[in-house]
């Protein structure tokens, strides 16, 4: 099992000083939402980093903030925007003599005080009409809520300042006015602006363009913009039928196969259709059809424009004569249809029936859906650059968003600096990992991110004696030759990794994958207890080319129904591959037998090691369904270690409310880690009943934003605490929040950088651009493989342990090479890396047939909210023999 190699310095690297404002601790009295900085990091090698941060200044004033902008009906934000800009430059310029920034929601922001009575006013605005239809009136509020004097910003980065509301408030207004002018030429979503200079068409009718995010940051004794480059999925634009063609990959120049669509197909492209904007168009004359206003798809007709019929209406009134839709356009509308064989959108919300030919897609429309699996694979090789190339990309990004020309910008008196800034990252030594008896070399030193395992034993290595093969594919397309090849590779693997006593597979065998899943793998096991006298103990299951529902409901069977470990693999995979590949087979195989792979040497890991205070890990994460979903829940999970060296893990899984970020079973899930923990350490390693328990609690929480800080603190943290009551224990707590979806990245000099041109693993920064008052830092635990590495952001919540700086981080660079998946560090720490994982797996805990794809016909709120609720009760809980195993590696 080969590593990768890189070329970062190491201990050559140079030396410097952080610098004095970097490092100045906060005032006693400033009230925090975390914990505040114990002090900054001293171990490992310092290098100069650049990231993509960019200075911001802004001159001393008043920041005056409006709120409850629109009224009754909720819009779409770019209507609320082109409502708002009617506001100021027709119906009421006299009071904004000077425009100000508006967000598009029920938040806008002046440099000045707006000349309103008492600071409130109404106005009306006159929208659509015609002769037969009186205009709608739709009225903007003004009311200021806030004034913030924006010194409060200088105090706060310099911590003097607690993170209050003002604070929040005077940070999201920053944001507001950088937003406002690129706002107002380019596509958005939320910091996003996307351009479609380099766009590249896709598979599906989509096409794939360049974004730009920004963000205003507080940092140490600064503001900054945070600017970074990535990519968005827009709609293929032009007619309608184009791109149904396109997502159902049915050929351009035969629209009529719209018309035989399966209820299927229909389905799956109303899914897709679904909150798409389209106008009104003449033929292919997108032109003429951008004059018109866009309306949203909200469904898509069973029956074709020539059998779909409505009632007739004259001046608002029904006249009693049903009319087809094709028959309306050919004497009415006096344009008669090309393929009245094809169906009809719903569009707007009075439901008005389109024939597909008429509609035209106007271009620029960002799909806010779960992206296809081709496309993600598509996005990412179209946005994955080379560090030097994606902060050449931020560069010209500046360009783009052009700050010094917007008069927004210019009238608070904000300028942000045209260099990235040069801060101070330093290495972290990578521990040793400590393999098992049998080994030729039982520890290794970690370089570069990555070792090697050969001549390894595992360190608690599983038999591999009871196991089958069942191959889902005909002899035809892999062979009992390729059968026995595999065979043969997994053997000569699992026994350099020292699984032995290594047999024969009991049964080998092939299976139709069209037929009955869930009976065919019974019948295996049947048949080997039967005519072998073996319970087996893994599952071999070989896959043919898309085969994830056999996969799923392979999983149910396994870890559900029976409590069997199965092993899912490729058939393009298995066929011919190499000694490699079946040893990293192996890596899961002794996890999912009870087997442990390899453990931090206890000299790398002397707060795991400490025998006198047990510590416990856990990893907890919540799934959400995808955007556009109906009635689906969201799935949390909570991994925990049993073992004294934390490489050996355990799961536990809920479902609950759709979109819910807080978890609501932390304390049972908690519960329920612990008493295995504390089972564990006294039938396998040997505790004393009274030494047992964890004295020391980590909780490493994924998937939480900054705003849902409090409200995690809040919520979760005191249920842990009581579980830990209810349990007679006293552990203290550290709650650690993990960071992913965040845009800071690192890009170092020419002599550090690795040979993917990325910072070395264990590159960390916990100084310039980290929080001003509280306990965070970024680190890149993992070698870059490909495009630009991403750092987790770490930010404690919650510390009973009083941990050092470099105490926590070196923990948690040190949690992040127990990824019993791998010979190499990963991105975050195992538990939370494992919570991820076990969360996509819930939705094989649902019996095999459960509808749970991405969305539902249901249009219906109460519908869709009584299928979650059916959801949540039919989920399934892990079998008690596969909970005590890695069954999710």
């Given at each position: 099992m080969a590593a990768g190699r890189g070329r970062g310095r190491g201990a050559q690297g140079p030396t410097m000083q952080i610098s004095s404002q970097a490092t100045t601790i906060a005032d006693p009295s400033v009230q925090t939402i975390g914990v505040r900085r114990p002090g900054f990091g001293t171990a490992g090698i310092r290098i100069p980093m650049t990231v993509n941060a960019f200075k911001l200044d802004i001159e001393g004033g008043m920041i005056y903030h409006y709120d409850d902008i629109v009224g009754e009906k909720v819009l779409p934000i770019k209507r609320n925007m082109e409502l708002f800009k009617i506001l100021q430059y027709e119906i009421a310029p006299n009071v904004f003599v000077e425009k100000i920034s508006y967000d598009g929601r029920k938040n806008a922001i002046s440099h000045y005080r707006l000349k309103l009575p008492d600071d409130y006013q109404e106005f009306p605005i006159q929208v659509g009409g015609s002769p037969n239809r009186p205009p709608r009136i739709i009225r903007i509020k003004i009311k200021l809520v806030a004034?913030?004097?924006?010194?409060?910003?200088?105090?706060?980065?310099?911590?003097?300042?607690?993170?209050?509301?003002?604070?929040?408030?005077?940070?999201?207004?920053?944001?507001?006015?950088?937003?406002?002018?690129?706002?107002?030429?380019?596509?958005?979503?939320?910091?996003?602006?996307?351009?479609?200079e380099g766009r590249k068409p896709i598979q599906g009718g989509l096409e794939l363009w360049r974004a730009y995010f920004q963000s205003v940051r507080p940092a140490m004794n600064q503001l900054v913009v945070n600017v970074d480059v990535s990519a968005g999925v827009m709609y293929q634009a032009g007619p309608l039928i184009n791109l149904c063609l396109s997502f159902l990959r049915r050929p351009p120049n035969n629209p009529n196969v719209l018309g035989q669509m399966n209820d299927r197909d229909r389905l799956e492209l109303k899914r897709f259709l679904v909150g798409l904007k389209v106008v009104v168009g003449n033929g292919d004359k997108t032109q003429n059809a951008q004059q018109r206003p866009p309306r949203s798809i909200t469904g898509l007709s069973r029956h074709s424009a020539k059998d779909l019929t409505f009632n007739m209406r004259r001046e608002g009134q029904a006249t009693g004569q049903n009319i087809t839709v094709a028959q309306y356009f050919r004497t009415v509308v006096n344009r008669p249809l090309q393929y009245p064989n094809l169906p009809c959108v719903e569009v707007g919300s009075g439901k008005a029936m389109l024939p597909l030919e008429i509609c035209?897609?106007?271009?620029?429309?960002?799909?806010?859906?779960?992206?296809?699996?081709d496309a993600t694979r598509e996005m990412v090789q179209f946005s994955a650059q080379r560090p030097s190339d994606r902060f050449a990309g931020i560069q010209s990004a500046?360009?783009?968003?052009?700050?010094?020309?917007?008069?927004?910008?210019?009238?608070?008196?904000?300028?942000?600096?045209?260099?990235?800034?040069?801060?101070?990252?330093?290495?972290?030594?990578?521990?040793?990992?400590?393999?098992?008896r049998g080994s030729r070399q039982p520890t290794v030193q970690v370089k570069f991110g990555a070792w090697n395992m050969a001549d390894k034993h595992f360190y608690v290595p599983m038999p591999l004696d009871s196991w089958a093969v069942m191959v889902m594919d005909s002899t035809q397309r892999f062979s009992q030759q390729l059968v026995d090849q595999s065979v043969r590779g997994l053997?000569?693997?699992?026994?350099?990794?020292?699984?032995?006593?290594?047999?024969?597979?009991?049964?080998?065998?092939?299976?139709?994958?069209?037929?009955?899943?869930?009976?065919?793998?019974?019948?295996?096991?049947?048949?080997?207890?039967?005519?072998?006298?073996?319970?087996l103990k893994i599952v071999v299951v070989i896959l043919p080319n898309n085969g994830d529902e056999i996969w799923a409901t392979t999983k149910f069977w396994g870890d559900i129904s029976m409590g069997v470990a199965t092993q899912c693999l490729k058939a393009q995979k298995c066929a011919g591959a190499n000694i490699q590949y079946w040893a990293n087979v192996c890596l899961k195989l002794n996890g999912k037998l009870g087997g442990i792979n390899t453990v931090p040497d206890p000299q790398s890991a002397s707060i795991l090691s400490d025998p006198h205070h047990p510590t416990l890990v856990l990893g907890a994460d919540v799934i959400h369904p995808s955007p556009g979903s109906v009635g689906r829940p969201s799935f949390t999970a909570m991994v925990g270690n049993v073992d004294r060296s934390a490489a050996?893990?355990?799961?536990?899984?809920?479902?609950?409310?759709?979109?819910?970020?807080?978890?609501?079973?932390?304390?049972?899930?908690?519960?329920?880690?612990?008493?295995?923990?504390?089972?564990?350490?006294?039938?396998?390693?040997?505790?004393?009943?009274?030494?047992?328990?964890?004295?020391?609690i980590l909780v490493y929480r994924d998937g939480v934003s900054e705003g849902q800080f409090k409200q995690v603190k809040e919520l979760e943290l005191p249920k842990l605490i009581e579980a830990c009551k209810e349990l007679g224990i006293k552990p203290k707590i550290t709650f650690i929040i993990v960071g992913k979806r965040h845009h800071i990245r690192m890009k170092p000099g020419p002599r550090d950088e690795d040979r993917t041109g990325n910072a070395p693993a264990g590159s960390i920064i916990d100084t310039d651009i980290?929080?001003?008052?509280?306990?965070?830092?970024?680190?890149?635990?993992?070698?870059?493989?490909?495009?630009?590495?991403?750092?987790?952001?770490?930010?404690?919540?919650?510390?009973?342990?009083t941990f050092t700086a470099d105490g926590l981080q070196q923990l948690t660079y040190t949690l992040c090479h127990v990824y019993a998946r791998s010979t190499r560090s990963v991105s975050i720490p195992a538990p939370t890396?494992?919570?991820?994982?076990?969360?996509?797996?819930?939705?094989?805990?649902?019996?095999?047939?459960?509808?749970?794809?991405?969305?539902?016909?249901?249009?219906?709120?109460?519908?869709?909210?009584?299928t979650e609720q059916g959801l949540q009760q039919s989920f399934q809980q892990v079998h008690p023999v596969q909970k005590r195993r890695m069954y999710f590696q």
């Open positions: 004034q913030i004097n924006s010194e409060l910003l200088t105090r706060f980065v310099q911590g003097k300042q607690s993170h209050d509301n003002a604070a929040i408030t005077a940070i999201q207004a920053l944001n507001i006015v950088l937003r406002m002018e690129p706002t107002q030429k380019y596509t958005f979503n939320t910091r996003s602006f996307y351009v479609p035209v897609v106007p271009p620029g429309q960002l799909m806010r859906k779960q992206v296809p699996a500046l360009q783009t968003l052009a700050y010094g020309q917007s008069t927004y910008v210019q009238h608070f008196g904000m300028s942000v600096g045209s260099s990235p800034l040069q801060v101070t990252s330093r290495t972290l030594p990578a521990p040793r990992m400590q393999y098992g053997k000569e693997a699992a026994s350099a990794c020292g699984m032995t006593p290594v047999a024969d597979p009991v049964l080998t065998c092939h299976r139709n994958p069209q037929g009955n899943i869930m009976r065919m793998l019974t019948d295996l096991m049947n048949e080997a207890k039967t005519t072998k006298g073996v319970q050996k893990y355990i799961a536990t899984s809920r479902a609950q409310t759709s979109r819910q970020e807080i978890i609501d079973d932390f304390g049972d899930m908690a519960k329920e880690i612990i008493r295995a923990h504390m089972d564990y350490r006294e039938h396998k390693e040997g505790a004393r009943a009274d030494a047992r328990f964890p004295s020391r980290t929080h001003p008052v509280e306990f965070d830092f970024y680190l890149q635990s993992h070698a870059g493989i490909k495009g630009t590495s991403r750092p987790a952001h770490y930010s404690v919540l919650y510390d009973e342990n890396y494992y919570a991820d994982i076990v969360c996509a797996r819930a939705k094989t805990h649902y019996a095999p047939g459960t509808d749970l794809s991405a969305a539902s016909e249901t249009e219906s709120s109460a519908a869709g909210h009584a």
